[in-house]
């Protein structure tokens, strides 16, 4: 007899099989982190994921501009516990897109500032996903500690996001 799985469990395995990320596990003598940790001092020390980047292309972050009334990515990491639940704005270049997963797009999102580890902000948005190397413009809600298992955890993400194309990549 088969049983069914429910959707949820196979929309997460999809998403595991088609980023191309790798769980990490912490070392086995490693103690857990203190419930008073924030978010930035719970950061990993070295990224989860693997660096976003389209494969064999290099986005230039050159020239871009802060958004008007908005943040930077370096911004929005070291505020990140005051933007708790808060909607921010900020611009930056598209570095890695998976989308259609979880019934959302996956977003790496850069625009230079930040040092590594810190700049790259994960944007979950809907409807048509930007290209690698599109600039967008990004507005949407930030979350702490988000945890979608098998090593997807995130200190910070960008959810909900509303994501307007101010300069397409094939221009």
Known sequence: ?????????????????FTGCSKQTPDSGSAPAPAEQTAAEAMPA???????TAA???????GIEKA???????????????????????????????????DRNWLHVRDGSGVEGRNDVTVTTTGTPPSVGDTVLVSG??????????????????????????SSASQ
Do not use: W
């Open 1 to 17: 007899m088969m049983k069914s799985i429910p959707c949820g469990v196979l929309a997460v395995a999809l998403l595991f099989t």
């Open 46 to 52: 070295s990224p989860p994921h693997p660096t976003p």
């Open 56 to 62: 064999g292309a290099v986005v230039d972050l050159a």
């Open 68 to 102: 008007e009334g908005g943040r930077t990515v370096a911004e929005l990491f070291d505020d990140m516990e005051q933007l708790a639940g808060e909607s921010v704005v900020f611009r930056g270049k598209v570095v890695k897109v998976n989308a259609g997963i979880m």
């Open 141 to 166: 809600t930030v979350a702490l500690n988000k945890d979608f298992g098998m090593g997807y955890a995130y200190p910070m993400i960008v959810e909900d996001a509303t994501v307007s194309v101010e």
